[in-house]
């Protein structure tokens, strides 16, 4: 089992049977977990994040600019005031300004373009930094997540609020 999509709960059971394969990345040694879950600057995933950090579980963060454009998909990222306002300050993109908050919170950013020109600038994350204040600001950025998965909350179902279900 991957960590995609999953909760805290699903990783505390699965945990102990985790094969464990050492990885040592961005943030120093840890378990490598094939699959990822959602996160960009608009999804913050703070408790998820935590509980891996305790338990060295690198997190893959799929959607980090919000899946712009995806029929799924949310402008919480790319039409942030806050991110665009860092992004003019900092003489970067708003995709490079997420992108790189997204590196200095230890999770590993997935990535699609097949733009060249946007390739290039995913790449020119690594020779700057954003500083505190930057990441308080990105704090206040509201929470949004692009699939809600109301479907899956029933009063009889496994599921019976929102909260059970990401939590």
């Given at each position: 089992?991957?960590?995609?999509?999953?909760?805290?709960?699903?990783?505390?059971?699965?945990?102990?049977?985790?094969?464990?394969?050492?990885?040592?990345?961005?943030?120093?040694?840890?378990?490598?977990?094939?699959?990822?879950?959602?996160?960009?600057?608009?999804?913050?995933?703070?408790?998820?994040?935590?509980?891996?950090?305790?338990?060295?579980?690198?997190?893959?963060?799929?959607?980090?600019?919000?899946?712009?454009?995806?029929?799924w998909g949310s402008l919480a990222v790319m039409e942030s005031p806050i991110l665009k306002d860092i992004a003019t300050n900092t003489g970067?993109?708003?995709?490079?300004?997420?992108?790189?908050?997204?590196?200095?919170?230890?999770?590993?950013?997935?990535?699609?373009?097949?733009?060249?020109?946007?390739m290039k600038q995913n790449l020119k994350i690594f020779d700057w930094k954003l500083s505190?204040?930057?990441?308080?600001?990105?704090?206040?950025?509201?929470?949004?997540?692009?699939?809600?998965?109301?479907?899956?909350?029933?009063?009889?179902?496994?599921?019976?609020?929102?909260?059970?279900?990401?939590?």
């Amino acid at each position: 089992m991957g960590g995609r999509k999953c909760k805290m709960r699903h990783f505390r059971v699965c945990l102990p049977f985790y094969r464990r394969r050492p990885y040592s990345g961005l943030s120093g040694p840890g378990i490598a977990i094939p699959d990822s879950v959602e996160m960009n600057a608009a999804w913050r995933q703070d408790k998820l994040r935590e509980f891996c950090k305790e338990k060295g579980i690198y997190v893959a963060a799929w959607s980090p600019l919000g899946a712009n454009g995806a029929l799924w998909g949310s402008l919480a990222v790319m039409e942030s005031p806050i991110l665009k306002d860092i992004a003019t300050n900092t003489g970067n993109t708003i995709a490079q300004v997420a992108l790189r908050w997204i590196i200095e919170q230890g999770a590993i950013p997935i990535v699609r373009s097949f733009n060249k020109e946007r390739m290039k600038q995913n790449l020119k994350i690594f020779d700057w930094k954003l500083s505190e204040s930057d990441l308080e600001k990105i704090k206040e950025i509201p929470q949004f997540r692009a699939f809600g998965g109301e479907r899956f909350v029933a009063d009889h179902g496994p599921y019976k609020t929102i909260d059970q279900l990401w939590d």
